[in-house]
């Protein structure tokens, strides 16, 4: 079992920065990709960025240039750091996983959210 944990989000105004956390934990050999993806009200769940374990990076275009994503590999957790939030950056947070266990079978877990809120 593999067990992915957000922290991190809250309310903030325009302009200003958040950053998530997500922290892997469980039966855990390799990590491959780690990714974030977010869902706001009424509408489908978007890829927000994603990193391999060889630190390559990919991001939505939508949030090029004001966020980043990194991770620590010895923490097992990923962090999205989210400069000059826009309103419409309101969503739940998830964080996905691509996880090789010790068992030797690839898990795909989701974390439960965590919510960003975008208001003056």
């Known amino acids: 079992q593999v067990q992915l944990v957000e922290s991190g989000g809250g309310l903030v105004q325009p302009g200003g920065s958040l950053r998530l956390s997500c922290a892997a934990s469980g039966s855990i050999f390799s990590i491959n990709v780690m990714g974030w993806y977010r869902q706001a009200p009424g509408k489908e769940r978007e890829f927000v960025a994603h990193?391999?374990?060889?630190?390559?990076?990919d991001y939505a275009d939508s949030v090029k240039g004001r966020f980043a994503i990194s991770r620590d590999n010895v923490k097992n957790t990923v962090y999205l750091q989210l400069n000059s939030l826009k309103p419409e950056d309101t969503a739940v947070y998830y964080c996905?996983?691509?996880?090789?266990?010790?068992?030797?079978?690839?898990?795909?877990?989701w974390g439960q959210g965590t919510q960003v809120t975008v208001s003056s």
């Open positions: 990193i391999t374990s060889g630190v390559g990076t």
């Open positions: 996905n996983a691509d996880v090789t266990t010790r068992s030797g079978y690839r898990a795909t877990p």
